[in-house]
Nanobody, 123 residues
Framework: QVQLVESGGGSAQTGGSLRLSCVAS????????MGWFRQPPGKNREFVAT????????HYADFVQGRFTISRNIVNDTLYLQMDNLKPEDTAVYYC????????????????WGQGTQVTVSS
């Protein structure tokens, strides 16, 4: 029902920027809340940011507050994660995801996931 295609990952130096994109299938933003999660090497998947379905309200994990910005373009069905002032600790595989109902901060409550895109930040 829902397909998510991610892009924009790559390599950056400390203090640099990257913008991740996630193209969703039609009407996804009208039916689902959206979120970004990441999985660092050897660690569990963790919450990064989410945007609510109706009002488009953003919420962020404490460790990215003030550095990352989640947004959506309803016209072209694309979710974005603008990442500024990157740190080596941000190195991870980043995933976009869609949720029908549940806790927006909880990965296990999301129903649909993209394939993931690698972000590597060097010192």
């Amino acid at each position: 029902q829902v397909q998510l295609v991610e892009s924009g990952g790559g390599s950056a130096q400390t203090g640099g920027s990257l913008r991740l994109s996630c193209v969703a299938s039609g009407r996804t933003f009208a039916l689902y809340g959206m979120g970004w999660f990441r999985q660092p090497p050897g660690k569990n998947r963790e919450f990064v940011a989410t945007i609510s379905r109706i009002r488009g309200e953003p919420h962020y994990a404490d460790f990215v507050q003030g550095r990352f910005t989640i947004s959506r373009n309803i016209v072209n069905d694309t979710l974005y994660l603008q990442m500024d002032n990157l740190k080596p600790e941000d190195t991870a595989v980043y995933y976009c995801a869609a949720i029908d109902s549940g806790q927006l901060y909880t990965a296990s409550d999301y129903e649909y996931w993209g394939q993931g895109t690698q972000v590597t930040v060097s010192s």
